[in-house]
């Protein structure tokens, strides 16, 4: 493995990070009480930094008032000679989160970072720094690249359970000192409600925290923006953002399980009937709490492609804003399909230009796995083993553009359906033909229900070669079944070794793939 090893960073984060920590509870938790009586802002929801490039991330915080956002960043823990970034007025418009774009950073190097959170009637009124750091992505082939990714988080009612110790599985991903993490949807559960307790199978009693606005269904942007707050009550995934940068992407959960634009709900639970305008809520909210550049362009769209240097591009879908209706999907015709035709069009033109060995193609969906939304289907693959249909007429596009241009190097990478598993796909066994073979694996959950294995659809010759769910539906994080994938690519030889792991970190499987074939 020739990934650089950094041999200081994690000494740097055990005396830095827990020093911010300890400063930076919030309230909920128990904030400093010194600085709580002083009236100087503070970032008691921890720092995050997000699509960080060669040269370039950004920086998010959330403040308790007011408060101007400024970033010191230097290459080492001790902040001599540091860069100052001056980043927004943090207010009630944006619930008090702010994220600062740094650029002009050296390639492949430890950034450290704090932030500061000053009175904006009174500049020298300031909060304690909350400290973080992120690596840039590496100029040089033979750096390597390492990452991991999951999704699915506080879902089915099972939170955040301080018994178990919380979000366990974001101290095994860090442990692997990633150089980001990829999220790979339904960061919140939006439409579940997180109760004080859960009867356990087993006669045990789950015990989960508790907010005001995690009681019930999210509804208004209050109740989006309280629950993306909710998660970061947990002090493993505030240490984590601290020390990796993330590339999140959003699924259903955001929202409400299975939507669609345009959908009319008839959940009782909701008032508002309209998903169309729970969206647009969960979106704004979705962009205030996560460091996602995409977001603040005028079209606001989460899709995106993510250069991390020479070796990996990743393509960050959105097959969830610009699908058409849930269907039985047996249409012989559909151009919207489940990414909307200029969605498709932006993936084939950024493939085709990409000349990074590796190009991820990060969905929040799956290819050849059945989801069903009875009588209808959620996702892409609908049971029928022959020729595409419906969705699956725009991913038989994408794969035969794939072939025809040559483009080497893709895998799928995706979470969802809350188990683990790897397949791969090959046109010797499908019904669909005109593709060459590629691997798609699959994560999650990070801390949610677990539920048994989908049904594979054979029209583009899905083979499960790995698997690891459970028999029954909604498994507890007590029960297990939780997971997380790590992708390491070799900067010498190029190879890219995929390993699906559990909670702990215990590899499950792990295949290894070549570098500069179009197919796999």
């Not at 939170?159 to 101290?171: A, F, Q, S, T």
Request: charged fraction near 25%; aromatic fraction near 10%; hydrophobic fraction near 35%.
């Amino acid at each position: 493995m020739s990934h650089r090893p950094l041999p200081g960073r994690r000494s740097v984060l055990r005396g830095s990070l827990a020093a911010s920590a300890a400063l930076s509870l919030p309230t909920a938790l128990g904030a400093a009480p010194a600085f709580a009586r002083s009236g100087r802002p503070t970032a008691g929801w921890g720092v995050q930094a997000g699509d960080v490039t060669c040269d370039s991330g950004l920086v998010w915080v959330r403040s308790d008032r007011p408060a101007r956002m400024i970033v010191e960043t230097s290459a080492t823990e001790s902040f001599r000679n540091p860069r100052r970034w001056h980043g927004p007025l943090l207010g009630p418009g944006t619930d008090f989160t702010g994220t600062t774009r740094l650029h002009g950073l050296p390639s492949g190097e430890q950034i450290h970072y704090r932030v500061l959170l000053a009175d904006p009637d009174d500049p020298r009124r300031a909060g304690e720094p909350v400290t973080g750091t992120f690596r840039t992505a590496s100029a040089k082939r033979r750096d390597g690249v390492r990452f991991v990714w999951s999704g699915d988080l506080a879902g089915q009612g099972w939170g955040i359970n301080p018994e178990l110790g919380g979000y366990r599985i974001y101290d095994a991903m860090g442990a692997l000192d990633p150089d980001f993490f990829l999220c790979s949807g339904d960061n919140i559960y939006a439409d579940g409600p997180i109760t004080g307790t859960v009867a356990l199978p087993d006669g045990r009693t789950w015990r989960n925290i508790t907010t005001e606005e995690k009681a019930k269904v999210a509804e208004t942007l209050a109740e989006f923006r309280g629950n993306f707050r909710y998660n970061l009550l947990d002090e493993n995934l505030r240490a984590f953002n601290a020390r990796v940068p993330s590339i999140v992407q959003w699924d259903d959960h955001e929202v409400l399980n299975n939507w669609y634009p345009g959908e009319i709900i008839t959940d009782t639970r909701y008032t508002e009937k309209n998903v169309d305008v729970l969206a647009a809520r969960a979106r704004r909210a979705f962009s205030e709490y996560f460091p996602i550049s995409t977001l603040r362009r005028p079209d606001g769209r989460v899709y995106r492609a993510q250069h991390h240097g020479p070796l990996l591009d990743v393509f960050v879908l959105d097959m969830r804003t610009y699908r058409n209706a849930n269907s039985p999907g047996d249409q012989p015709v559909d151009p919207q399909g489940i990414l909307g035709r200029e969605q498709l069009e932006w993936l084939k033109r950024e493939l085709s230009r990409s000349r990074a060995v590796w190009k991820v193609i990060a969905a929040d969906m799956p290819v050849g796995l059945v989801v069903p939304d009875a009588p209808n289907i959620e996702a892409v693959a609908q049971g029928d083993p022959g020729k595409p249909l419906g969705r699956e007429l725009q991913i038989a596009e994408l794969l035969r553009f794939v072939k025809h241009r040559r483009i080497t190097g893709t895998v799928w990478l995706t979470a969802d359906v809350h188990h683990t598993s790897a397949q791969h796909y090959q046109p010797s066994k499908a019904a669909f033909t005109d593709f060459e073979p590629f691997w798609e694996f699959v994560s999650g959950p990070l801390n949610a229900g677990a539920f048994p294995a989908s049904a594979l659809d054979a029209t583009f010759g899905p083979d499960r070669v790995f698997v690891k769910a459970p028999t029954t539906a909604n498994v507890s994080p007590a029960g297990g079944y939780q997971f997380f994938g790590e992708v390491d690519i070799d900067g010498h030889s190029g190879e890219l070794t995929v390993r699906l792991r559990e909670q702990d970190g215990a590899v499950l499987f792990t295949q290894t793939l070549q570098p500069g074939l179009v197919g796999q």
